[in-house]
């Protein structure tokens, strides 16, 4: 593929020798994505990258926070409260290897555990990269946290194939769909009936489904994948940063 050779020519950017200046995003060498404007301005959407210790911490406020299962130093199988058997925050030892159940029979350290949350908490956030791009062509400009919370739903119900609408409003950002689609409902095992996790929901849309980088949300515009080839998505991250 022939590379674009992007210059500034009095104030506005050109894509080589093209007399038209240029508008739009790009992905330049450095891997990072760039908009630029007509009125000559280039601007950086790649945002910073998830922090796992932010997604493992959410682990053990909602799955474990009174740890239990830690007996003498060491993580053991436990039976939940919904009657799954877990160890550590929320890992359900019915779906482990076989490798690893005999491994956390024998007890696992904080340090192994630790180790065990971080692995799983990168996985995820792979994966939901994965899912980003069925969507956008730009996975890397979601901001960190709204990332976070994603593995976070991820790791609750093993996957996000059943939230369509909620990638769809990730890549739109589309703040109140991502409030709206993140709602979990799970099986309560001892009554056999389905259950809306309300804490852990709310808890999502304080820490998680909003702009901390990237600052509000514009009318500028972001190629996406899923719904229109080669078009753009409105609601664009300005550079400006919102705490």
Request: glycine residues 10%; aromatic residues 12%; charged residues 25%.
């Amino acid at each position: 593929m022939r590379k674009k050779i992007i210059v500034k020519r009095k104030g506005q950017f050109y894509i080589g020798n093209s007399s038209v200046p240029f508008s739009g995003v790009i992905r330049l060498v450095d891997g990072k994505v760039y908009r630029y404007t007509l009125d000559g301005r280039k601007i950086l959407l790649s945002k910073p990258k998830p922090d796992p210790q932010r997604i493992v911490d959410n682990f053990w406020q909602f799955e474990n926070p009174q740890r239990r299962g830690f007996v003498n130093g060491l993580y053991y199988p436990f039976v939940t409260a919904n009657g799954n058997t877990d160890i550590g925050a929320g890992i359900d030892m019915s779906k482990q290897t076989a490798a690893f159940r005999k491994e956390a029979q024998r007890g696992l350290t904080p340090q192994r555990m630790n180790q065990e949350l971080y692995k799983r908490a990168n996985e995820h956030l792979r994966k939901v990269d994965s899912a980003l791009r069925r969507y956008t062509n730009y996975p890397d400009t979601v901001s960190p946290q709204i990332k976070e919370g994603l593995a976070d739903i991820r790791y609750q119900v093993g996957s996000l194939g059943g939230f369509p609408k909620l990638l769809r409003a990730v890549a739109k950002g589309d703040l109140n769909g991502m409030r709206r689609e993140s709602r979990v409902m799970y099986r309560n095992n001892n009554t056999g009936k389905m259950e809306y996790d309300k804490r852990r929901h709310e808890a999502r849309q304080r820490n998680y489904f909003h702009y901390q980088y990237g600052g509000s949300v514009g009318s500028g515009l972001l190629p996406f994948r899923k719904f229109a080839p080669g078009a753009c998505l409105r609601n664009y991250i300005s550079a400006s940063l919102m705490k």
